[in-house]
Nanobody
Framework: QVQLVESGGGLVQTGDSLTLSCVGS????????MGWFRQAPGEERESVAC????????IYADSVKGRFTISRDNAKNTVYLQMNNLKPEDTAVYYC?????????????????WGKGTLVTVSS
């Protein structure tokens, strides 16, 4: 069993930066590939970035490529999402999920665990 808790969201202005954190409980955290997803009001959930259990591979949605960076520290059971040059269209609730890379890079429908999310609001 892994519990995921996100933090770091908030209200920022266009062009600002934020770093989201997702802390996982349990000794098996490092065995999971991890992903960040977001869901804006009235929109479907989308995969933003994901990272393999070792941190050796990452992938990003085209909309955030070059602006967001996913990383992890397995010693701290934590995965991060560094978000730079934020835009109003990045406004959403951001969730982390644990599962399989092949699924997390798309829909995450087979993810094993989800956090409850953290809200990011980017004002123009």
């Amino acid at each position: 069993q892994v519990q995921l808790v996100e933090s770091g969201g908030g209200l920022v202005q266009t062009g600002d930066s934020l770093t989201l954190s997702c802390v996982g409980s349990g000794r098996t955290f490092s065995m999971y590939d991890m992903g960040w997803f977001r869901q804006a009001p009235g929109e479907e959930r989308e995969s933003v970035a994901c990272i393999t259990w070792s941190g050796g591979s990452t992938i990003y949605a085209d909309s955030v490529k070059g602006r967001f960076t996913i990383s992890r520290d397995n010693a701290k059971n934590t995965v991060y999402l560094q978000m730079n040059n934020l835009k109003p269209e990045d406004t959403a609730v951001y969730y982390c999920a644990a599962g399989d890379y092949a699924d997390l890079r798309y829909s995450g429908t087979r993810a094993d665990y989800w956090g409850k999310g953290t809200l990011v609001t980017v004002s123009s």
